[in-house]
Nanobody, 122 residues
Framework: QVQLVESGGGLVQAGGSLRLSCAASGLTFSRNNMAWFRQAPGKERDFVAAVTWSGAIPYYANSVKGRFTISRDNAKNTVYLQMSSLKPEDTAVYYC???????????????WGQGTQVTVSS
C-alpha cells in the first residue's frame, strides 16, 4: 500500500519560510517523479513544483519560481519543498504527489498525500 505523508505546514508571516516534507512508503521511490500541488479555498488544485526521479531536473510554476525549491533524498524516500519569501496568496493545502502518468505539471498522478495546511498572514 502506497502512502505519502506530508508534514511541515503551519502558520507563518509574509516574507517567512517553511519547509514541507513528504515521506513515501510502499513504492519504489527512486523510480518515481514527485511533485507538490496546492489548493486554496474555492479554487482548483494547482501545480507548484516537480522533480524527476533522479532529482536532476526540477520544474516550477511561474508563481513560485525563485522562491520555492523542490528537492528529494532517495535514501530517505522523502521529497521536500523549501518555501521562502512567502506571500498571503501562497495560503493553501499543499499536497505531495507521486507516480506521474503524463506531464509533470499535470495532476495525473497515481499517488497523493492527505495534504498539509500552509497559512501565510499579511
Amino acid at each position: 500500500q502506497v502512502q505519502l505523508v506530508e508534514s511541515g505546514g503551519g502558520l507563518v508571516q509574509a516574507g517567512g519560510s517553511l519547509r514541507l516534507s513528504c515521506a513515501a512508503s510502499g513504492l519504489t521511490f527512486s523510480r518515481n517523479n514527485m511533485a507538490w500541488f496546492r489548493q486554496a479555498p474555492g479554487k482548483e488544485r494547482d501545480f507548484v513544483a516537480a522533480v524527476t526521479w533522479s532529482g536532476a531536473i526540477p520544474y516550477y510554476a511561474n508563481s513560485v519560481k525563485g522562491r520555492f525549491t523542490i528537492s528529494r533524498d532517495n535514501a530517505k524516500n522523502t521529497v521536500y519543498l523549501q518555501m521562502s519569501s512567502l506571500k498571503p496568496e501562497d495560503t493553501a493545502v499543499y499536497y505531495c504527489a507521486g507516480g506521474s502518468r503524463s506531464k509533470l505539471e499535470d495532476s495525473n498522478y497515481a499517488y497523493w498525500g492527505q495534504g498539509t495546511q500552509v497559512t501565510v498572514s499579511s
